[in-house]
């Protein structure tokens, strides 16, 4: 599959404008990973392209309408990733690329949450600030704190550096993404 492909599914089913920077955001820091991990950086930017395509659309049936289309079109590693991308779905871990995609979704929304309360966005965002964010249980309630930790654990990096990490390929990718100054 080309990641023109995977727009085109993308936009079939997602239409709010937070939910395609959410997919887009994870679509580069996966992207990222991939390259750092020597990995397929095409791959593993579409796994995150595609990650939640299904879940404005269909949220009840998320994330099986994508990962059944995409089982269909052959990419059984990708809908893997995207069947495990939530420990409470009780999917096996058992690539590189599972373990990165559940530890990069949820942190990522949530680096961006802390851009958005911040009048300089992402210019200057360090990863104590955002640990310090993610002690505090009120700001984005919604973020589920374990699923990050079980992610790092999962993916065996530091917090602190999965944090920059991110940081870093958003920074990258500010102007783009609107979370700049």
Known sequence: MTREEAQVILSSMTKGESLL?????VELVM?????HFNEDPEEWAITGMLHDADYEA??????????NLLREKGEDKIAHAISAHYTKWEVSYDTLLDKALLASDELTGFIVACCQVRPEGIVGLTPKSVKKKLKQKSFAAKVERDEIQTG??????????????????????????????
């Open 21 to 25: 920077r959410h997919a887009r955001t």
């Open 31 to 35: 992207e990222a990973y991939g390259r």
């Open 58 to 67: 269909y949220p009840e049936e998320h994330p099986n309408r994508i990962v």
């Open 152 to 181: 790092v654990d999962l993916l065996e990096v530091d917090l602190t550096d999965h944090i920059q990490f991110i940081i870093n390929v958003l920074n990258d990718n500010k102007n783009e993404l609107k979370i700049g100054e």
